[in-house]
C-alpha cells in the first residue's frame, strides 16, 4: 500500500498528553516526519527521523514508531498546539506520500 | 535568512497553462534538491514533483505526469513548475519546499524550510 492513514480529528483537554498516529505499509521501513499546520499558514516540521525536533520545537513534541505505525506525542498540549496535523513518508517507489491530516483540538 | 518566496499563482481557465516560481533566498539554492507540494483547498497536502541539484533527475506524482515540468535555475536561485493542460482538481495553494539537509538520509528525509505558497484556481 502507498497510502498513510490518520484519523481527522482528535481532542484533548489543557495540559493532558494525546497521540497522533499515522498507519501505513511504507512506515516498516521509513521513518514519518511530522508537520504542523495552522489555518493560512505553511506546514511546519516538528518532528523528523526517529525522534528529533528541529531547532524551535518544544521538546513536549516527540515521535515513535511501532510496526506499521508512526505516532506523534504531544505531552502537556497547550492551546497554541491547536492545529492539522501531518504524517510524511515514502512509498514503495521511494516518492513522497502525506497522510490524510489530522484535526487536534485542545478544549 | 533562510527564505522561499512562490510566486505566479492565479485564476486560469481549464486547458490553460501558468508557470510558478519560487525566489530561494538565505542558503546555497544548488546545493539542494527541490520540491513542489499543494494543497487543496479544506484538503490534506499531495507531493507534486522534485528535481535534484543539477536538474539530472525529475519526477512527478500519477496526477501531474505529462502535464507538469519541473526546472530550476541555479544562476537564478530559482525553482519553477510550468503547468499546462489544467483542471479543476489542480485548484490548490502551491509549495516550495526544501529538504532539511544537502544529502537526504532516512534520518533527514523531511521539509525544514516551506515557502508561504500560491494559490492556483482552474475555473472556467
Known amino acids: 500500500s502507498s497510502e498513510l492513514t490518520q484519523d481527522p480529528a482528535v481532542s484533548v483537554a489543557l495540559g493532558q498528553t494525546v497521540r497522533i498516529t499515522c498507519q501505513g505499509d511504507s512506515l516498516r521501513s521509513h521513518y514519518a516526519s511530522w508537520y504542523q499546520q495552522k489555518p493560512g499558514q505553511a506546514p511546519v516540521l516538528v518532528i523528523y527521523g526517529k525522534n528529533n525536533r528541529p531547532s524551535g520545537i518544544p521538546d513536549r513534541f516527540s515521535g515513535s514508531s511501532s510496526g506499521n505505525t508512526a505516532s506523534l506525542t504531544i505531552t502537556g498540549a497547550q492551546a497554541e498546539d491547536e492545529a492539522d496535523y501531518y504524517c510524511n513518508s515514502r512509498d514503495s517507489s521511494a516518492n513522497l506520500i502525506f497522510g490524510g491530516g489530522t484535526k487536534l483540538t485542545v478544549l | 535568512q533562510v527564505q522561499l518566496v512562490e510566486s505566479g499563482g492565479g485564476l486560469v481557465k481549464p486547458g490553460g497553462s501558468l508557470r510558478l516560481s519560487c525566489a530561494a533566498s538565505?542558503?546555497?539554492?544548488?546545493?539542494?534538491?527541490m520540491s513542489w507540494i499543494r494543497q487543496a483547498p479544506g484538503k490534506g497536502l499531495e507531493w507534486v514533483s522534485y528535481?535534484?541539484?543539477?536538474?539530472?533527475?525529475?519526477n512527478y506524482a500519477d496526477s501531474v505526469k505529462g502535464r507538469f515540468s519541473i526546472s530550476r535555475d541555479n544562476a537564478k536561485n530559482s525553482l519553477y513548475l510550468q503547468m499546462n493542460s489544467l483542471r479543476a482538481e489542480d485548484t490548490a495553494v502551491y509549495y516550495c519546499?526544501?529538504?532539511?539537509?544537502?544529502?537526504?538520509?532516512?534520518?533527514?528525509?523531511?521539509?525544514?524550510?516551506w515557502g508561504q505558497g500560491t494559490m492556483v484556481t482552474v475555473s472556467s
Open positions: 528535481i535534484t541539484r543539477s536538474s539530472s533527475y525529475t
Open positions: 538565505g542558503f546555497t539554492f544548488s546545493d539542494y534538491y
Open positions: 519546499a526544501r529538504p532539511m539537509t544537502t544529502v537526504v538520509t532516512t534520518e533527514t528525509d523531511a521539509f525544514d524550510i
